[in-house]
């Protein structure tokens, strides 16, 4: 399955020259989320040709406005283009109130229904299918603001071909073969299910992480994460700043990757002091080498190890 994100916007708070803010569109097999909708999300989706329509989920991290400011005016396109499918927004419950009251002011009358899912305040599984599934976690800001987990599901054993030619296997004694089960043949043989089967890639996650300051206890979610986006608005000259902000430096969030035990980590959400981010990927890393620079319009696949 394909597994990939793109960066619609990196900046903090306000839109620079050559960034817009926070947005992201993660696809995965053949669905399509957008994760928070800045100010110019949907003129971001047109510039990097994502396929506006095929996105039926909207995740919001919190309600300050470089995450959300986007949002009325990609629902109200989404209208004057006819659509069709429910669209899905997990977030705050006080988004709906705020939609709502811009929706009616406007006097618009969608043509397609709105779905909101209020974000619990603890860890928790809020969207799932077959194959992947998206957590919730609460992150530390100065409003409830909640990260993502974008995972696959554990994916079953395949029967190796070979095993399958030589032996009478029935489709239910497969699908006990592909759960981990050994075979008994007919003749009282044992095949052991390491010797007759595959083991399956190893599922990829994406966590997502946008404004929060420094705190160990965001370990546990991202544990083992193939990527890891976590904002760092700030260098470390600035720490005390970030922390009356909420916010995180680049060094900060390289050892939150590091403890994490991330395979890789992408920063981003930086503050627009910087035109510069050198500085910034220099001090992440020294922690955590394997870091990269958010840009706008970057496209990053994500591949096991």
């Known amino acids: 399955m394909s597994f990939s994100i793109t960066v619609l916007g990196s900046s903090a708070s ?20 957008l994760v928070d909708c800045g100010e110019g999300t949907q003129m ?16 919001i991290s919190h309600l300050h406005g470089d995450h959300f ?3 009325i005016g990609l629902i109200s396109s989404f209208h004057l283009m006819g659509r069709k499918d429910p669209l899905h927004i997990y977030s705050d419950a006080k988004l709906r109130e705020i939609i709502e009251l811009q929706l009616l002011a406007s006097q618009t009358y969608l043509v397609y229904s709105l779905i909101f899912h209020p974000l619990p305040t603890y860890p928790e599984v809020i969207y799932e299918n077959e194959h992947q599934f998206v957590k919730s976690f ?20 395949k029967v190796r071909k070979a095993f399958l030619s030589k032996e009478d ?16 043949s007919n003749s009282g043989k044992v095949f052991e299910n390491s010797s007759i089967t595959i083991e399956p890639a190893k599922p990829r996650s994406f966590a997502y992480c ?22 760092a608005s700030f260098s470390n000259d600035m720490a005390l700043v970030a922390d009356e902000k ?12 590091q403890k994490s035990n991330v395979d890789q980590l992408l920063i981003g959400h930086f503050s627009a002091r910087y035109k510069n981010t ?16 958010a840009e706008d319009g970057m496209v990053l696949g994500i591949f096991s190890k």
């Open 14 to 33: 306000i839109p620079t020259s050559t960034r817009n803010p926070s947005g992201m569109v993660v696809k995965l097999n053949n669905d399509y989320y």
């Open 210 to 231: 946008s404004d929060t300051k420094y705190n160990e206890t965001l370990i546990e979610h991202l544990q083992n994460a193939t990527l890891l986006y976590h904002e």
């Open 44 to 59: 971001q989706l047109r510039r990097y040709n994502i396929k506006m329509q095929r996105i039926n989920h909207i995740f």
């Open 246 to 257: 909420f916010h995180s430096t680049a060094q900060q969030a390289a050892s939150i990757a």
């Open 69 to 71: 400011f986007g949002l």
């Open 138 to 157: 609460p992150l530390d800001h100065r409003i409830p603001t909640r990260g993502f987990l974008f995972a696959e599901k554990p994916r079953l054993r």
């Open 169 to 184: 296997v029935s489709i239910e004694q497969i699908k006990l073969i592909k759960a981990g089960a050994d075979y008994i």
């Open 278 to 293: 050198d500085e910034l990927l220099r001090e992440a890393c020294a922690v955590f080498p394997n870091t990269l620079i």
